[in-house]
């Protein structure tokens, strides 16, 4: 069960030091003679964007206001071109999404999560996007080169697939102790059909030396700080990786642009592993002689221990392994959570299973508190690395309080834990069953 104190939310930021919360959210600073909040061009802009609509009298804001259109953090709000997200406040622009709007085969825009670790680049609508430029460099690489994207688009064969992006933080939140980052629950997860070329036709064309072991990206977004030299993130994945066919330097999103929030004009893919491999408002790709050692490549970013360990524990840096591909796991997207059912009609429940690198090949459920399992009919993956659909019906035996769990087995016989799997320092890889509450009247 989540445990509401472990977040760290709007209201806690905000009581703990109101100023530094505006400073943190917005990048947003008092006035010193007025007191009033005075907001920059850019602060304005990342408040709007959160709040869904420009604010006439920004002017006469106070400090340390909360927006009341964000003061319920467990309340979704109108992020501009996102619906129903649920916004993890502590910084800008988290938001994820309720597992009953995951429900389409493929994730609209307006519902697919946003996870931003900087401030996303202001791209003037005035400039021409087809110049926006892609470097590919880095000390393997024989001839780096530089490419708009409407080159990318002209020289190498496009392809779509549909593939899943995960978080690697997603369901952070049950982690006992908890550990520090964004408290998602279920919703940093998503399945969109991703337009692009491939990453290795273009690798190749640049020449890829013998010594070639890494990739690693650098977006456009800038750091928190606004200090212009920090690298927000920049991390990447083996060649083994980059070089699948399903690796993509994508600009197409369901057959439209990227939304802003999720890269747009272009962005990595390398789907099945951490999102954070797949970078955003793609700038650079290096081929590394090295394991690349960018922005989040390091300490304990994106790793856990190399073994178990006992919660809470300490690890020291080399004991830390990085992540490569996601676990199995699954949601029930249908019927929402607390939906009220009569005992008179059987419920046909559904929702998606997927499994980092590898297939999905069991669904089963329990509406018994896990005591009996029965098999859920459970679909292939459209393509590779794409999210797979399963469907179950149940007649319930009597009128009363009834949960469905879910769990989801791999082709290597892995399956989903019932409760909280390994505890890591930074709380990654939470791919405990997904259960529902279901009223039977
Ligand atoms: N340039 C850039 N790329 C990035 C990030 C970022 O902050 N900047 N966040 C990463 C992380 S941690 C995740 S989980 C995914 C989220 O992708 P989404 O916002 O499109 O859902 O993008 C990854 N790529
Ligand atoms: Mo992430």
């Known amino acids: 069960m989540q445990d509401n104190n472990k977040k760290i939310g709007i209201h806690q930021l905000y009581a703990q030091d109101p100023e530094a919360a505006d400073k943190l959210l917005w990048d947003r600073e008092a006035d010193p003679i007025s007191r009033r909040g005075f907001l920059k061009k850019s602060s304005l802009l990342a408040m709007a964007t959160a709040l869904g609509a420009n604010i006439p009298f920004s002017d006469k804001?106070?400090?340390?206001?909360?927006?009341?259109?964000?003061a319920d953090s467990t309340n979704a709000f109108n992020l501009s071109g996102k619906e129903g997200l649920i916004v993890l406040n502590d910084r800008p622009l988290n938001a994820e999404t309720p597992p009953h709007l995951l429900d389409d085969d493929i994730t609209p825009a307006k519902y697919f999560f946003v996870r931003n670790n900087g401030i996303p680049p202001v791209i003037n609508q005035t400039e021409d996007i087809n110049q926006w430029q892609l470097e590919i460099s880095g000390e393997?690489?024989?001839?780096?080169?530089n490419f708009t994207l409407s080159q990318l688009q002209k020289n190498f064969k496009h392809y779509t697939y549909a593939l899943t992006l995960e978080c690697g933080g997603n369901g952070r939140n049950e982690f006992?102790?908890?550990t520090q980052g964004h408290q998602w629950s279920t919703g940093a997860v998503g399945c969109a059909q991703w337009t692009g070329v491939r990453l290795k036709d273009v690798l190749k064309a640049c020449g890829i030396?013998?010594?070639?072991?890494?990739?690693g990206y650098y977006g456009a977004d800038t750091h928190l700080s606004g200090d212009p030299e920090k690298t927000v993130i920049s991390r990447g994945?083996?060649?083994s990786k980059a070089l699948e066919n399903e690796s993509l330097i994508a600009w197409g999103?369901?057959?439209?642009d990227i939304p802003h929030q999720n890269g747009y004009p272009l962005r990595l893919i390398t789907a099945g592993w951490p999102a954070s491999t797949s970078g955003k408002w793609l700038r650079k790709i290096v081929i590394r002689n090295k394991v690349h050692d960018g922005e989040k490549m390091t300490g304990h970013s994106y790793k856990i221990p190399c073994k178990p360990i006992a919660p809470d524990s300490e690890v020291p840096d080399h004991s830390m392994c990085i992540i490569e591909s996601m676990p199995v796991k699954s949601l029930i997207t249908f019927p929402k959570s607390g939906v009220s059912h009569p005992l008179k009609k059987s419920l046909v429940f559904r929702g998606k299973a997927w499994a980092g690198d590898l297939k999905v090949t069991k669904m089963q459920f329990s509406i018994d508190f896990g005591a009996t399992w029965h098999a859920a009919k459970l679909a292939p993956p459209v393509n590779r690395l794409a999210w797979q659909k399963w469907q179950a019906t149940i007649n319930f035996p009597q009128t009363g309080y009834y949960e469905i769990w879910a769990q989801a087995t791999d082709n290597q016989g892995q399956s989903q834990p019932m409760v909280v799997p390994g505890w890591n320092p930074k709380g990654y890889l939470n791919n405990a069953c997904h259960r529902i509450a279901v009223q039977v009247v």
């Open 61 to 70: 804001m106070p400090m340390g206001l909360i927006p009341t259109a964000l």
């Open 140 to 145: 393997s690489c024989q001839n780096p080169q």
């Open 176 to 178: 006992s102790p908890s």
């Open 209 to 215: 030396k013998n010594d070639a072991v890494y990739i």
């Open 237 to 239: 994945v083996p060649m």
């Open 253 to 256: 999103f369901n057959g439209e």
